[in-house]
């Protein structure tokens, strides 16, 4: 045997090899594997969220990579999450569950390269791991540091925050700009070279589907959250508290790796698995990205008013755990009740009733044997003690006629064997 880890090959894996992918797309939070993501993440502190968003799901994604590249129910489950995760954002209200929501969506496309397992995916899965540890942690210092100042997340009660707090604004654009994807930052270079692999794997319906979540991305984080958070509201007067230099200096320098990495890519190709032979910055790249982004801020302009964030709970995944609950409810509220009822009433009437037969039995027979028994003994040995104390008159002649009956009786005895 051997502790070792070698990549498994998707036609001949086992189900303890499948085990161990799933473990692995709980800690990737893979759906619908996802739910404890959005639930912890928003509770951390703003420096445990840091930590959290940047290295968390990343191991999964790095377990992924070296165990399991090819596994083609990966590529779907990447893109579906890449989806889901743009979707809820779209509607959430929390800034800090928003980004967390998108850690879904960005880590599936890590999870869908590494499905389809070209080597340009599998390139792009890693590149995009390295993208998202900058970007996304920039992204929960912003909203660490709105929450620090103002003593909350929450869209509705934020607004004219861009200017109070200029530096976290302008730093969480670098980022938001990363992660929407857009050309001279890092999160153009990662993002583009896995959507060209999965078009150039001939997956036209994965392709599509991850175009579909960069557009939610842009439109959630890119947009939604800072135009509500920073310029919305310009008239925000709540007294806010003054943010640490050190923060300013870690933001500082998040945003100036993402813009270095995205201006010169070969920097993070050294990195990556395979020999990289990718061109980000092609006029069709560059065109293409930048046509969808525009469309997608031309959307949120027409729908602004419809996309305003409510404070309201959004049902997740959870949902289904619930209907699990009470399906569980209904069950024990009437078959496994009425079950109990009769195994109740059946206990009652033939199990009691048994042993109050079984009980009235045995005292008969206590009573009439055993007691009979114990009883008789004692009154037989009563009867020959009292007949043995009328022997006992304390005379010598008595004892001496008694002593010549007995001495008489042996004789005979004796005499006729």
């Not at 309201?312 to 569980?328: A, S």
Request: net charge positive; glycine share 10%.
């Amino acid at each position: 045997g051997t502790f070792a880890f070698t990549p498994v090959a998707p036609g001949a894996a086992q189900v303890y090899d499948y085990m161990i992918m799933i473990g692995f797309c709980v800690n990737a939070a893979v759906l619908p594997l996802h739910a404890w993501l959005p639930d912890a993440y928003p509770e951390a502190t703003v420096t445990g969220a840091v930590f959290m968003s940047a290295f968390t799901t990343k191991t999964a994604v790095y377990v992924l990579a070296r165990g399991f590249a090819g596994f083609e129910i990966l590529a779907v489950m990447g893109v579906l999450m890449t989806i889901y995760g743009a979707a809820y954002a779209t509607i959430e209200n929390n800034a800090r569950r928003i980004l967390s929501y998108h850690i879904i969506s960005q880590v599936g496309y890590m999870v869908a390269g590494i499905g389809i397992g070209t080597a340009m995916t599998v390139n792009g899965a890693c590149a995009h791991a390295y993208a998202h540890i900058l970007y996304k942690g920039l992204l929960f210092m912003g909203a660490g540091c709105v929450l620090y100042a103002t003593g909350t997340a929450k869209l509705t009660e934020l607004g004219g925050l861009a200017y109070r707090l200029p530096w976290v604004m302008f730093c969480y654009m670098i980022a938001a700009v990363s992660i929407s994807g857009f050309p001279l930052f890092n999160g153009f270079i990662s993002k583009t070279m896995t959507i060209t692999g999965a078009a150039e794997a001939h997956h036209l319906w994965l392709t599509l589907g991850m175009e579909v979540a960069a557009v939610g991305t842009f439109l959630s984080v890119g947009i939604k959250l800072p135009y509500f958070a920073f310029f919305h509201k310009p008239d925000y007067t709540k007294e806010i508290k003054p943010i640490p230099a050190n923060m300013y200096v870690a933001m500082g320098i998040a945003a100036f790796l993402c813009f270095i990495i995205g201006v010169f890519p070969n920097l993070l190709y050294q990195l990556l698995p395979f020999p990289v032979e990718y061109v980000p910055y092609t006029s069709w790249h560059v065109l293409q990205t930048l046509l969808l982004l525009s469309f997608t801020g031309l959307g949120f302009y027409l729908m602004r008013h419809v996309i305003v964030p409510h404070a309201k709970i959004n049902l997740d995944f959870d949902y289904v755990y619930r209907l699990g609950g009470k399906l569980g409810l209904g069950l024990a509220k009437w078959p496994l009740a009425k079950l109990d009822n009769w195994w109740t009433e059946f206990y009652n009437r033939v199990g009691l009733s048994g042993m109050l037969l079984v009980a009235r039995i045995s005292r008969m027979f206590d009573e009439k044997a055993i007691d009979g028994v114990v009883d008789g003994s004692a009154y037989t040995v009563l009867g020959a003690g009292g007949r043995l104390a009328k022997v006992q008159t304390g005379k010598l002649a008595d004892y001496i006629g008694l002593a010549l009956v007995i001495a008489i009786g042996l004789f005979a005895v004796f005499y006729l064997l």
